[in-house]
């Protein structure tokens, strides 16, 4: 099986819309004291990933792993963050925020 560039092109575009998601969604996870802490971990957590991302592809393309497997173990990596990103909203912080917010919605 051949990867098309509009696979790919696909699959870039949802990983870095996941790591912006991450990094608006910790903003508003943590409390205003320790949020640039947060934010900071997140961004941080991302950079290794980006780093350490090729790496370990070039190295199973030189182990001559099939494409279908490094895109399946991509894919793995980007269901674990999805069933974080769920996980977080899930919260008993994130639902006081939630209904804070929407008590104080305007016009109510």
């Known amino acids: 099986m051949v990867d098309s560039g509009a696979e790919e092109g696909a699959r870039d575009h949802i990983l870095i819309g996941g790591q912006t ?5 910790a903003s508003t996870f943590y409390p205003t004291f320790i949020r640039s802490t947060g934010v900071g971990w997140a961004l941080g957590i991302g950079r290794i ?3 350490a991302g090729p790496g370990v592809g070039g190295i199973l393309i030189a182990l ?5 497997a ?3 173990i991509g894919g793995i990596a980007a269901l674990c963050a999805a069933l ?6 899930r919260t008993p912080a994130a639902r006081a925020q939630l209904a804070a917010r929407t008590s104080a919605a305007p016009g109510e």
């Open 21 to 25: 998601g991450v990094n608006a969604l």
């Open 49 to 51: 990933g980006s780093i």
């Open 64 to 68: 001559k792993w099939p494409t279908t």
């Open 70 to 72: 490094i895109f399946i």
């Open 84 to 89: 974080a990103l769920f996980a977080m909203g």
